[in-house]
């Protein structure tokens, strides 16, 4: 059994809208025929279990070529569109030599090393969806705005989510604020009006500017916000403003959601992502690792040498920190890639980004560890400034009466704009390379 068998099946009756775009709608039905049409143009292309790499977007075409593809048997493989030729060469290049039984195979984002192809089962993408719908109580009265590129988890189960359960899937194609905000408005057309939405912080950040003072309306019933730690200013802000905030950590292992914190328990315990899913389990190692394993959790790796996704007792290495509380909820405390070591003292790089970030002159900052012969890491700082101009010597001031001397960084770097996935979340490794690159000098 497959998504598109469930399409057949959903719960939503044959004349109610399935998906919604500001230009048109199509109910169970009408979406079952462009499948069927698209499935019937591609069938030449693609023989049942192929491996499909290719670049689809959050608008209808790509809903439908999506399911086209499941509908013929084959697997997609979902890459982002901000890829370099080169890139995508590679891709297609690791598939070609893979065999995966898989309903979906997507890349990890590579924020915190490179990326890996990760084979998500329909099992895995069920369990998913059944999880998320107790804990956020969806229904088929939803509909969720597709705000994420389906070339990563949370675009993709964004997809998947709204299909297993028989919600609205509403699409625009990639993120824009001012069209999202229309459409939480209504603006566009009654039935592409979201009640969900699933941003990253940049996004939040985007559609709170968008919005104004224009009063929040009563159908947006939650705004899921996940994939990087969202600023505890930005989380005031949009509580603060009557926003349905849901915190949610979750990674491409794991099918999207590990944890998730709704609207309600947010404003209680801002912070937390809240209690693991059901199915899955989480454990802090030793050393402050969070480990997950459960029913959602993929089937594997996939590519020459892709290592072993889960170890001898099932638990997957999620590389992330973070700590479980008295009620059971999740902390999450950073990334180990944003644990810098600087001459034996360990710096928090989500913290010195905080501090930077509340600096009126600095629109967004990532703070990574560049290598030193003799301090091993120094810190370093990437800015995007708030306006035209910003005073780096009085930015470094402002740091040093907030942060301890170990965490101060030693090198500022000023860009337009950081680099981003498809996403919005800041790419570190490219930050990384930006910040060698301007450095450079300095060596010579």
């Known amino acids: ?45 693609h023989r049942p279990g192929a491996i499909v790499p290719s670049v689809i977007d959050a608008d209808a075409a790509g809903v439908i070529e999506l399911l086209a593809l499941w509908r013929l048997g084959a697997t997609p493989a979902p890459l982002n569109r901000l890829l370099t030729e080169r890139e995508r060469g590679a891709a297609a290049d690791t598939l070609r030599t893979t065999s995966a039984d898989a309903q979906a195979i997507l890349w990890t984002s590579g924020t915190g090393g490179r990326p890996r192809g990760v084979a998500l089962s329909f099992a895995a993408l069920e369990a998913s969806a059944a999880a998320s719908r107790e804990r956020l109580g969806l229904s088929t009265d939803d509909a969720w705005l597709a705000s994420l590129s389906p070339s990563h988890v949370g675009g993709l189960a964004l997809i998947t989510r709204s299909l297993l359960i028989g919600c609205r899937l509403v699409v625009s194609g990639r993120f824009d604020a001012a069209r999202a905000w229309r459409a939480i408005l209504g603006g566009d057309r009654p039935e592409a009006r979201p009640t969900h939405v699933s941003v990253v912080p940049t996004q939040l950040l985007r559609l709170l500017e968008a919005a104004g003072e224009t009063p929040l309306p009563t159908t947006l019933r939650c705004v899921l916000v996940g994939g990087a730690g969202i600023p505890r200013e930005l989380l005031a802000r949009a509580t603060g403003g009557g926003w349905p905030v849901a915190l949610t950590y979750g990674l491409t292992e794991a099918t999207s959601q590990v944890a998730t914190s709704p609207p309600r328990a947010t404003r209680v315990k801002p912070g937390s992502v809240g209690k693991p899913l059901r199915g899955v389990e989480v454990r802090i190692a030793h050393d402050g690792e969070i480990l997950v394993r459960g029913t959602t959790l993929a089937s594997g790796y996939v590519g020459e040498g892709a290592g072993a996704l ?44 905080e501090v930077l970030r509340s600096h009126p002159g600095v629109a967004d900052a990532c703070v990574v560890g560049v290598p030193d012969p003799t301090w091993g890491e120094r810190v370093a700082a990437c800015i995007e400034p708030a306006g035209d101009t910003l005073d780096l010597d009085e930015l470094d001031a402002f740091a040093r009466t907030r942060l301890a001397a170990p965490k101060i960084p030693r090198h500022y770097h000023l860009e337009r704009g950081l680099p981003r996935n498809a996403n919005g979340k800041v790419d570190r490794t490219s930050v990384l390379d930006v910040l060698r690159r301007a450095l450079e000098p300095e060596r010579e």
């Not at 009756?13 to 499948?35: C, K, M, Q, T």
């Open 310 to 353: 889960v170890d001898v007792e099932g638990w997957h290495h999620t590389g992330d920190v973070g700590r479980l509380d008295e009620d059971g909820d999740l902390w999450v405390i950073g990334r180990r890639i944003d644990r810098i070591v600087s001459g034996g003292v360990t710096v928090d790089a989500v913290e010195v980004e």
């Open 1 to 45: 059994m497959g998504v598109v068998d469930v399409l057949a099946a959903s719960p939503a009756a044959a004349g109610d809208i399935l998906l919604a775009s500001p230009e048109r709608a199509w109910n169970r039905a009408e979406l079952e025929r462009a499948v069927d049409e698209r499935a019937e143009a591609r069938r030449r292309l």
